[in-house]
């Protein structure tokens, strides 16, 4: 499995799991980013940070720590 951090830019993904810990994992969730979801990166940054996705219908720009912590297929 890969992670949304490794994903390449237009590419649709399915969120398989959340591996991050307490408040950054809540975070996330709390932005949309939840189990079974599907998620479309956008664009990366030029120098690789952020990377910008759409989730749910809206734009969402994400660190690569954090898009690290997103397990996707």
Known sequence: MKTLRETSVGETV???KLT???PVR???MDMGITRGVTVYVRKVAPLGDPVEIT???????LRRADAGMVVVE
């Open 20 to 22: 991050g810990e307490g």
């Open 55 to 61: 989730v749910r219908g809206y734009e969402l720009s």
């Open 26 to 28: 809540r975070r996330i």
């Open 14 to 16: 399915t969120v398989m």
